[in-house]
């Protein structure tokens, strides 16, 4: 295995990273709005740059299994980019900044949210525009979605999770974390088990239907402080 700063030095400083679920190609996306790719295999092909946001830094990044690679943007638009001809469409989702975004293994749901306090969902292929979800009263900072879509978990800057159906308009559960923000959710790849990992070094799981609290750990950096 290789650090990307062997792959590219101008990439160790990006914030956001993604692989596509069949492994087969890596994004990564750099607080300066650049989309940069890698086909990966025995060797690791050289990189290629896709159009991002321009100056807006981009906030989310997702790859499918279908070869495309979906970015969020702090401009409030959502890009698709295909991986084999570099197209990239644009598609405005709100004024604000989008702070989160999920997406099904093939595409077929796209989560965003951010500081408008919505979940705005999206159906591909081709970004159609489908239901907002309402029900945080603060901005959203993370979102994470089962591979088959059926599950979507949001978690917003005051501590609360919500945990939904992508097609129903009222969260199966919600609770409110007691460490500090919430700032990554990720389900087990049989959408059983929901991780939520807080910006204290906490992490709690969860029944992945239903929120009920499994278990709860803290990382030992952050208990011997």
Request: negative net charge; hydrophobic residues 35%; aromatic residues 4%.
């Amino acid at each position: 295995t290789r650090s990307l700063c062997d792959w590219s030095s101008d990439v160790c400083s990006s914030d956001l990273i993604a692989l596509a679920p069949d492994g087969s190609r890596l994004a990564v996306a750099t607080s300066q709005g650049v989309l940069r790719t890698w086909e990966l295999g025995e060797e690791v092909q050289g990189s290629k740059v896709l159009p991002g946001s321009g100056p807006a830094a981009l906030m989310g990044v997702v790859t499918t299994s279908t070869g495309t690679i979906l970015s969020a943007g702090a401009d409030g638009v959502v890009r698709s980019a295909d991986w084999q001809d570099s197209q990239t469409k644009p598609f405005p989702v709100e004024k604000g900044p989008l702070g989160a975004m999920a997406a099904s293994s093939d595409g077929s749901w796209v989560a965003v949210g951010g500081i408008d306090r919505q979940i705005h969902l999206l159906r591909g292929p081709g970004l159609r525009a489908g239901p907002s979800l309402s029900g945080h009263q603060s901005t959203i900072v993370a979102l994470a979605m089962t591979r088959d879509g059926g599950l979507m978990a949001s978690a917003d800057s005051g501590r609360n999770v919500f945990l939904w159906r992508p097609g129903e308009d009222r969260p199966l559960a919600t609770w409110k974390e007691s460490g500090r923000v919430p700032c990554a959710l990720a389900f087990r790849h049989d959408g059983g088990q929901l991780a939520v990992a807080s910006a204290d070094g906490s992490v709690t799981l969860r029944e992945g239907g239903t929120g009920r609290l499994q278990s709860a750990a803290r990382s030992e950096e952050h208990t011997s402080e």
